[in-house]
């Protein structure tokens, strides 16, 4: 398997919901990341986890909380969105996170913020 | 802070011919640079990467080259296909306790028949 998954492909949640976002790896990357990308913009890294552990939040808002259950699994838990935070959802995950390691990239949540 | 940058948003190239995208990059602690081909309604795949050890990297139909003396960095696809219409986008990585990839800002590459 050398895919990274993404649940779900499309999301539409109001500014008073809760939802979260899924990524599963099975190649064995013990980093995996968050990153979030605005149309015709590159992405942006929000989150590092290495080795489950969070190594870098790159000063995102506290409405995104991100958790690592395990090294195959990343989720990205949403709680009080503004319309603005409405982008594609890239889940990423590479062998090791601190050395030539490319990021294999899953297709991403599209994410909308009514 | 510093970042990635792309010289050209488009490209337009015929069906055939080869295609060069270029990148231009500020951060001299950076020691690997990744290409990145995003279709629509899809991730960022991996294209070919290369080490700041080294000038050159050929793949399949794809050849990489870095210039560590201008910071310049540029892929060059041959044969362009319609299936290689796309955005590019190069990523640096810079070593360091937070080594993290930065990507620019992305070329819209568009085959024509």
């Known amino acids: 398997d050398t895919e990274v998954t993404q649940t779900p492909k499309h999301l539409v949640m109001g500014m008073t919901n809760k939802k979260s976002l899924k990524c599963e790896q099975h190649?064995?990357?013990?980093?995996m990341y968050w990153y979030k990308q605005k149309a015709k913009k590159p992405p942006e890294l929000m989150f590092v986890?290495?080795?489950?552990?969070?190594?870098i939040n790159e000063s995102v808002p506290s409405r995104f909380s991100p958790e690592c259950p395990n090294s195959s699994l990343l989720n990205l838990h949403l709680h009080a969105l503004q319309p603005e935070d409405s982008a594609l959802y890239l889940c990423?995950?590479?062998?090791?996170?601190?050395?030539?390691?490319?990021?294999?990239f899953g297709s991403g949540t599209r994410l909308t913020v009514v | 802070g510093e970042s990635v940058g792309l010289h050209l948003p488009t490209l337009s190239v015929q069906e055939g011919d080869n295609s060069i995208i270029n990148c231009a990059y500020s951060?001299?602690?950076?020691?690997?640079f990744i290409w990145y081909k995003q279709e629509s309604g899809k991730g960022p795949q991996f294209i070919i990467d290369?080490?700041?050890?080294?000038d050159k990297r050929q793949g399949q139909r794809v050849t990489v080259l870095l210039n560590k003396t201008v910071k310049h960095l540029s892929l060059q696809i041959a044969a362009t296909q319609p299936g290689d219409s796309a955005v590019y986008f190069c990523?640096?990585?810079?070593?360091?306790?937070?080594?993290?990839?930065?990507f620019g800002s992305g070329t819209q590459l568009t085959v024509l028949p």
């Open positions: 986890y290495s080795y489950e552990k969070l190594s």
């Open positions: 990523a640096e990585n810079f070593s360091g306790s937070a080594r993290q990839l930065t």
């Open positions: 951060n001299s602690a950076s020691d690997y």
């Open positions: 290369i080490r700041s050890n080294m």
């Open positions: 990423a995950s590479s062998q090791d996170h601190g050395a030539y390691y490319g990021y294999t």
């Open positions: 190649m064995g990357h013990r980093a």
